[in-house]
Every structure is written in C-alpha cells, then in structure tokens.
C-alpha cells in the first residue's frame, strides 16, 4: 500500500470528436444568428479542406441556407456536386447550428486566414488607416500579430466612434 497523500488523477486534454462536438456546439451556438455563422466559418476548413476554403467565403445563413461566395462558375459547380457530402458533414459537426442548404454566388473572395484558411470575419478593416497616437502606443506591443490585432481594432473603435459625434 502506498503511504502519503492520493494526489488528483490528471486528465490528459484530446481533441473532441464529431460525436462529442456537436452537443457542444448546439448548446453554445444555435441560438444566435451571428454565433452559429461564427461556429461555421470555424468549421468550414475542416468540412472541405484548407484548399478549398482558401477559395471560398462564407457571407451569411438565411432560414437554414449557407451562402458561400465563390471565384467563379466552376467552382460553383463542383461545390454544388458536392452539396450533400459537405451538407453531411457540416451537421456531423454542427448539430443543429448545420444549414440544410447550400447556396452558392460568384464573386470576388477577400483573402483568406493563412493559419486556417478560413475567410476573414467581415469586421476586419485592416484596410482603415491607423491614427498617428495609435501606430505610437502599438510600438510597445511586442507581438506582430497581437500589435497589427490592436491597431486593427482600435481604428475600427476610433472609425465608428468618430462618425457618432
């Protein structure tokens, strides 16, 4: 027999399956429109692929409908080929936060996350021009990524509070 104190059974984190997912995601998104489009575009690299969703965006979900941008009439045919596998797959994952359609739309696609290959999430200015005071208090941030996030943000913040005044 072992003398001392039980030390706590540790349990070692693994990735969730589909199965163990989609309870989760139903009872942390299905009731907001904006939350369910955000579990989507976190779900879609993995529904069709990096490749693919480098290729595509996700613009909105209308009444149990996926819209999905794409570069041109090719694409939209394959990924309507596709349909009922990526339909599948999405509600594997998502549960009830999975649209039943799929609808496609030709145009331009904004450059994609490079790390997950989803689209940018559409309140991403990082085309706004950073104000002078915001480029100086940035310069402390070490961090590329979180200094460019902060100044992304904080001009977004500055944009929208100048146009109320």
Do not use: N
Request: hydrophobic share 40%; proline share 8%; net charge positive.
């Amino acid at each position: 027999m072992r003398s001392g104190p039980r030390l706590p059974r540790v349990r070692i984190p693994r990735k969730l399956g589909a199965a163990e997912l989609r309870p989760v995601a139903e009872a942390l998104f299905h009731r907001r429109p904006e939350a369910v489009m955000a579990l989507l575009r976190a779900l879609w690299p993995q529904v069709v692929g990096p490749g693919v969703a480098r290729r595509t965006e996700l613009i909105s979900v209308d009444h149990d409908m996926l819209r999905v941008r794409v570069p041109d009439a090719r694409w939209r045919e394959t990924l309507h080929r596709m349909e009922p596998t990526l339909l599948d797959r999405l509600s594997e994952l998502g549960g009830r936060c999975a649209p039943r359609k799929l609808g496609f739309m030709i145009g331009a696609i904004r450059e994609a996350d490079t790390e997950t290959g989803a689209s940018r999430h559409p309140l991403d200015r990082s085309r706004i021009e950073a104000r002078p005071s915001v480029q100086a208090m940035a310069r402390v941030i070490a961090d590329p990524e979180v200094r460019r996030a902060f100044v992304s943000c904080a001009s977004l913040y500055l944009e929208r509070t100048s146009k109320k005044s």
